[in-house]
């Protein structure tokens, strides 16, 4: 029992996925900070108010507080670009610099001479017209 939770834990892909939540987890606290310090306030600067936050309406004395949910929509909408543009365009970039070409296929078939159906290339007979075929 012991052995098999050790084989486990060791396999590859469970060693990888512990080292890519861990780095999401450290790449999340920066782009939150970039976010938060400064990609917020210059959005504050332009729009006049230092925070979201302050947008509530009330209905039936009841508040609702869209300024929180525009914070986090904005919240959402730089890191997906930060991320985007960020890791995603540039690593394609690099593996599509690297990716070698992918040969054309050789064809697998011919052209019968009387009737011009597609047949394979080892054949000696076409099988649409029985026509013999070098």
């Not at 947008?55 to 929180?68: A, P, R, S, T």
């Not at 904005?74 to 997906?80: C, D, P, Q, Y």
């Not at 991320?83 to 995603?88: A, D, I, L, P, T």
């Not at 064809?107 to 649409?128: G, M």
Request: charged fraction near 15%; aromatic fraction near 10%.
């Amino acid at each position: 029992m012991i052995k098999g939770f050790r084989d486990f834990v060791l396999r590859g892909n469970v060693i990888d996925l512990a080292v890519a939540v861990i780095i999401g987890w450290a790449f999340g606290a920066i782009v939150n900070s970039f976010v938060k310090d400064i990609m917020t306030p210059l959005i504050a600067a332009v729009v006049g108010k230092p925070s979201f936050e302050a947008l509530v309406f009330e209905v039936n004395g009841g508040k609702v507080m869209y300024g929180n949910f525009l914070n986090a929509a904005f919240s959402f909408l730089i890191v997906a670009l930060v991320v985007y543009f960020g890791m995603v365009l540039p690593i394609n970039t690099l593996m599509n610099k690297f990716k070698k070409p992918v040969p054309d296929a050789p064809p697998s078939t011919k052209a019968c001479p009387e009737c011009l159906s597609d047949i394979p290339l080892a054949a000696k007979r076409c099988s649409h017209c029985a026509q013999l075929v070098a």
